[in-house]
């Protein structure tokens, strides 16, 4: 049998969120949340709009439950610890949102929000991260509009005088392009223009995409699979427009791509306010957790198998390179592929 941990962390009322040390429950209070009594009661939240990493569950996977990687491993804790969990639904823009703490997050709605990338800059500033449950998995990327298959800039550009349009509320966030070196010339980015999406969705990529491909922005500063995992498929509930976004390799593709020079480390299981003190509880388990066989079904379900920290149930030899991963001067695929090598000289 396996041993769970108990975990003992006392706690009084502070700031709605915020963990503090005497006698009382185990975890950040909430407004109106009952505390745990005996062990910790972990509230976390997703979006369900970024799979394999957050999204609407249906049958026979789920009953319309939120589902994803982070809900999964979340659960996954109570395997090896002595923990409640409860996921729910929360907008992105509640977590995170243009550069500052969501207001959600603020008020204490959840303790934490699943599955986001532990950044420099301005989210360092304001929140705190658990331990990753992937490596550093997300790299960022440059897409640009097509035009008779050639890419409207190239990766030997270095955006100066270009205005590139920001993903409002995710990774990697706009102040972050600057600390990336572009992979084709091997010098950092500079003299561009962040400039925010020209329509609302209510879907922050596809409103950074809508404003690239109507010629209001010359770039999209977004994750290196975005383009990858917005594919629609059979199965998915898709809140973006699946035609637009099948454009890929055809309308539009990245110029750069395998830029981690914006992340601190890979996808985590929560961020929280700053000083809340729920990594110290969630990373004692999560460091159980990711030794588990649980943890390896858990990557083969949602196939990301090469981005997950290996154990010993995993194979030999799953260290694979994803094309997005890889630098741009490192490609051999084409911009009909999607993914826009360095321009020969």
């Known amino acids: 049998m396996r041993a769970v941990q108990t975990i003992s962390a ?8 915020v963990l503090a040390s005497s006698c009382g429950p185990k975890e950040p209070p909430l407004p ?10 972990i509230i976390l939240g997703q979006d369900i709009d970024w799979p394999p990493y957050a999204y609407l569950g249906v049958p026979p996977e789920s009953d319309f439950d939120v589902a994803g990687i982070g809900h999964d491993i979340a659960h996954g804790l109570k395997e090896v610890c002595d923990i409640d969990i409860t996921t729910g639904e929360i907008r992105w823009a509640d977590c995170w949102d243009n550069g500052a703490i969501g207001a959600g997050l603020a008020a204490g709605e959840v303790h934490g929000c699943m599955t986001y990338t532990h950044t420099h800059g301005a989210r360092t500033r304001w929140m705190e991260f658990s331990d990753g449950i992937l490596s550093n998995n997300k790299p960022a990327g440059l897409l640009v509009r097509l035009e008779n298959g050639q890419p409207t800039i190239t990766g030997a550009s270095d955006l100066n005088g270009k205005k590139v349009v920001d993903v409002i509320g995710w990774a990697p966030t706009a102040d972050t392009l600057a600390l990336v070196e572009n992979k084709c010339s091997k010098s950092r980015f500079t003299g561009f223009t962040i400039v925010a999406p020209t329509v609302s969705t209510g879907n922050a990529n596809q409103d950074a995409l809508t404003t690239l491909m109507n010629g209001d922005a010359d770039a999209m500063w977004v994750y290196a699979d975005q383009a990858k995992n917005y594919q629609c498929t059979d199965g998915m509930t898709p809140n973006w427009d699946c035609t637009m976004w099948a454009g890929f390799g055809t309308t539009f593709a990245y110029i750069q791509t395998g830029l981690f020079g914006h992340a601190k480390g890979g996808t985590t299981l929560a961020m ?8 110290s509880i969630l990373n004692p388990c999560l460091a159980k957790f990711k030794e588990t066989k649980s943890y390896y079904d858990i990557c083969v379900k949602h196939d990301v198998v090469s981005s997950c920290f290996q154990n010993s149930h995993f194979p030999a030899g799953d260290n694979t390179t994803l094309v997005y991963e890889m630098p741009t001067d490192q490609l051999t695929t084409t911009c009909a592929q999607g993914y826009c090598p360095c321009p020969t000289v």
Do not use: C, R
């Open 10 to 17: 006392a706690v009084t009322l502070l700031a709605p969120g």
């Open 32 to 41: 109106g949340v009952m505390g745990g009594k005996d062990k910790p009661h």
């Open 272 to 279: 929280s306010k700053k000083g809340s003190g729920l990594a």
